[in-house]
Nanobody, 126 residues
Framework: QVQLVESAGGLVQAGGSLRLSCAAS????????MGWFRQAPGKERDFVAA????????YYADSVKGRFTISRDNAKKTVYLQMNSLEPEDTAVYFC???????????????????WGQGTQVTVSS
């Protein structure tokens, strides 16, 4: 079956950096759009970043643009989220997700994503 396993998050001070990874199995990883979403307590799960199946197109939420970078290694079946200049507002559970296969358009809506990881907690202290 499909599994998406995020790396451990952690506690980091404001201004610090953290890199998340998500290892996939049970699917043809290189065919899937991959995305990162996050959910803070009492809030909805929001889009953070996404990358096309070939890696040539990326999208970011305005709140993380210029600070976060999504990338993928299809040989390792892994997607990454490099997070720099972290702010307390970035505190949330972060989820990776696998979306449509072989699509030119990268969806930002979580409903377009089929498979999800279990989530990993990222806490940014002020």
């Amino acid at each position: 079956q499909v599994q998406l396993v995020e790396s451990a998050g952690g506690l980091v001070q404001a201004g610090g950096s953290l890199r998340l990874s998500c290892a996939a199995s049970g699917l043809t990883f290189s065919s899937y759009t991959m995305g990162w979403f996050r959910q803070a307590p009492g809030k909805e799960r929001d889009f953070v970043a996404a990358i096309s199946w070939r890696g040539g197109t990326t999208y970011y939420a305005d709140s993380v643009k210029g600070r976060f970078t999504i990338s993928r290694d299809n040989a390792k079946k892994t997607v990454y989220l490099q997070m720099n200049s972290l702010e307390p507002e970035d505190t949330a559970v972060y989820f990776c997700a696998a979306g449509p296969e072989r699509r030119t358009v990268v969806p930002l809506d979580r409903l377009a994503y089929t498979f999800w990881g279990q989530g990993t907690q990222v806490t940014v202290s002020s």
